[in-house]
């Protein structure tokens, strides 16, 4: 699945990867509530790419699955599903 926004310098969302970006700037929003919550955290590479992840997920209506509770909550803040594996793996069963 091609991203929703075309990043350089990000592997997966370049040329023939990723969507031009719809001029929404949730991207751009996300990045910065991703960034205000991870304020404290001392490791906050991976920002972007989580974000292209968690964009793209909420534009083809797909639940994101992650155990990062600040990716969770924006995810969540933007009108997307957002679960940790614990809840996938019980979803899961139950649906089997």
Request: aromatic share 8%; glycine share 8%.
């Amino acid at each position: 699945m091609l991203t929703s926004s075309f990043a350089f310098d990000i592997e997966g969302a370049g040329f023939d990867e990723a969507c031009w970006n719809d001029a929404s700037g949730n991207y751009e929003k996300m990045l910065d509530r991703l960034r205000e919550l991870d304020a404290k955290r001392k490791d906050q590479r991976g920002q972007m790419r989580d974000i292209l992840i968690a964009e793209t997920a909420i534009k083809n209506r797909a639940t994101l699955v992650s155990d990062d509770g600040n990716l969770r909550q924006v995810v969540s803040e933007f009108g997307g599903r957002a679960i940790d594996q614990l809840q996938f793996d019980h979803e899961t069963r139950v649906r089997s």
